[in-house]
Structure formats: C-alpha cells, structure tokens
C-alpha cells in the first residue's frame, strides 16, 4: 500500500460517486446493481477514511436533477438508501462517526426522512468523523435557498443588507458547520460538477479517474490522496510565497 503523509491529508473529502450505470450496463446487468455494488465501495471508502483519520466526509448520493430519472430507478435509489442508513447505524457508533445531511430532505420520501432522523439523533454525539450524505441536492437550489433566507431577514428588518458578507452566506448554505472540500474525487471518466458544492469547491483540488464507482478501490483511493499530496495550493498567492510560509 502507498505511503501517506499524515500531515498532508484533506480535512475535507468530497467525492461524486459516478458510474454505476455504467458498470452494470458494461456487464449486461441492470443499473440498479451497479448502484447495490456502489453501496459496497461506499461501505469500504467510509471505512477508510475514517481510519485515515480525515475528519469530514461528503458524499454526493443523489442529485436534486436526479429525480428525473426513470421512476424505478428512483425508487429502488431509494430503497438501497434506506437499507444503507438501517444497516449502516452500528457501524457509524462502532467506529464513532457522525452522520450528516444536505440537501432538499422536503422532496424525500417521508419514510426515508424517518430512516435519516433515527440514523442523525443516533450518531448525534459522535464525535469522530462527519459523514455527510448529498441527498436531493443541488448547488443552485442551495444558494438560492439561502439567497432568499437572506432577503426575507432583511425585510423583516432582523438583517442589514451591509451585514451580508461571504462569511454570512456561508452560514446561511447546508453546510455551515462543515470546512470547504480539500479535495473533490470524481470516478467514471466525467469531468464536470454536475452542480456539486457550487460555492464551497471555490477551491477545492480536484482529481477525476476513469473508474467506475463499483471498481473503485483502496488502492484507487490511497492513490487518489497520494496525488492530492503533490499539489501545491496556493489560493491566488504565488509558488514562492507559498513555500515561504511551509518553511516557517
Ligand atoms: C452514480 O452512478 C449514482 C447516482 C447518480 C445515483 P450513475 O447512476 O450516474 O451511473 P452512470 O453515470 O449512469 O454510469
Ligand atoms: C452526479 O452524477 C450525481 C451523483 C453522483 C449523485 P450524475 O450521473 O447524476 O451526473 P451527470 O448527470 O452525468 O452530470
Ligand atoms: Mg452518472
């Protein structure tokens, strides 16, 4: 297994699990086993990363363009989701983890948003890593989301419009209590967000591979880390000034 520098890891993972589709159909099965495989890499990935030590870790599950796919295909993504958090449960206290939602929890099935609450007031006081779940989401629905939160204080008179910074807007967003991704991982090939965390991949490092989510491994992944621990980041500074502060 390749070396990892402790020191160096994202504090924040975040990966568009793609391809599952692909998987099954290259393999003459439905889609919908390619997504039971994806939960099998899902179990492992989270199992790692956890034991890696990374403290945060998004997962894009299920966009909110998603629900215009094919109405079995929905609800058997649905189905899979609700046996994942049951079954999940015990392995998030075993190992500490804290379970997290984004998203528009409105458009989910009741039945899975009561699957979801029991697995949140379960891991509530886990205080090991945050497994975050992107369910319904969409990165425009949230900043508009948040845009008209916003307004609707400021008529109310509870807000001023010159109190709206970058840091308010934040706040206002799912993920206020999370850090922006490190490091986004993107499987199967695409290289796109798909309306992914709009406004916390501001910069994040990104990394595609060309496998398929049900193929991903923990090879693919410590590789996956390995080369985000090459990259310089140097958030609008230049090289030199970056390695000025790395030194010191
Ligand atoms: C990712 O795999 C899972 C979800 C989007 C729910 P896909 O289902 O998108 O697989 P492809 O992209 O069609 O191969
Ligand atoms: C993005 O994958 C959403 C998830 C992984 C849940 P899609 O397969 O839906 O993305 P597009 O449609 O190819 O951009
Ligand atoms: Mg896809």
């Given at each position: 297994?390749?070396?990892?520098?402790?020191?160096r890891l994202p504090r924040h993972l975040a990966i568009i699990?793609?391809?599952?589709?692909?998987?099954?159909?290259?393999?003459?099965?439905?889609?919908?086993?390619?997504?039971?495989?994806?939960?099998?890499?899902?179990?492992?990935?989270?199992?790692?990363v956890?034991?890696?030590?990374i403290?945060y870790l998004t997962?894009?599950?299920?966009?909110?363009?998603?629900?215009?796919?094919?109405?079995?295909?929905?609800?058997?993504?649905?189905?899979?989701?609700?046996?994942?958090?049951?079954?999940?449960?015990?392995?998030?206290?075993?190992?500490?983890?804290?379970?997290?939602?984004?998203?528009?929890?409105?458009?989910?099935?009741?039945?899975?948003?009561?699957?979801?609450?029991?697995?949140?007031?379960?891991?509530?006081?886990?205080?090991?890593?945050?497994?975050?779940?992107?369910?319904?989401?969409?990165?425009?629905?949230?900043?508009?989301?948040?845009?008209?939160?916003?307004?609707?204080?400021?008529?109310?008179?509870?807000?001023?419009?010159?109190?709206?910074?970058?840091?308010?807007?934040?706040?206002?967003?799912?993920?206020?209590?999370?850090p922006d991704p490190d490091f986004l991982i993107r499987?199967?090939?695409?290289?796109?967000?798909?309306?992914?965390?709009?406004?916390?991949l501001?910069y994040t490092e990104l990394y595609?591979?060309?496998?398929?989510?049900?193929?991903?491994?923990?090879?693919?992944l410590?590789?996956a880390l390995s080369d985000f621990q090459?990259r310089?980041r140097?958030?609008?500074?230049?090289?030199?000034?970056?390695?000025?502060?790395?030194?010191?």
């Amino acid at each position: 297994m390749m070396e990892l520098d402790p020191t160096r890891l994202p504090r924040h993972l975040a990966i568009i699990m793609d391809g599952n589709g692909r998987w099954a159909q290259e393999r003459m099965l439905k889609r919908i086993v390619g997504h039971q495989r994806g939960v099998e890499t899902v179990r492992m990935v989270v199992e790692q990363v956890s034991q890696l030590g990374i403290p945060y870790l998004t997962l894009f599950a299920f966009s909110a363009e998603n629900w215009s796919r094919p109405p079995a295909e929905v609800r058997a993504l649905m189905a899979l989701l609700k046996r994942f958090v049951r079954s999940e449960t015990s392995r998030m206290m075993r190992h500490d983890i804290r379970f997290n939602v984004i998203g528009n929890r409105a458009e989910l099935p009741d039945e899975i948003n009561q699957a979801l609450n029991e697995t949140l007031a379960k891991t509530a006081a886990n205080r090991g890593m945050v497994l975050t779940l992107a369910l319904s989401y969409g990165g425009r629905q949230e900043i508009t989301h948040a845009a008209a939160r916003i307004a609707r204080e400021v008529a109310a008179g509870t807000l001023r419009p010159d109190q709206v910074d970058e840091r308010l807007l934040a706040q206002y967003l799912d993920t206020a209590d999370l850090p922006d991704p490190d490091f986004l991982i993107r499987t199967s090939g695409e290289m796109r967000i798909s309306n992914f965390l709009l406004w916390q991949l501001a910069y994040t490092e990104l990394y595609y591979t060309d496998i398929n989510w049900p193929d991903f491994t923990i090879t693919e992944l410590y590789r996956a880390l390995s080369d985000f621990q090459a990259r310089e980041r140097r958030f609008g500074k230049t090289s030199a000034q970056i390695q000025l502060t790395q030194r010191s």
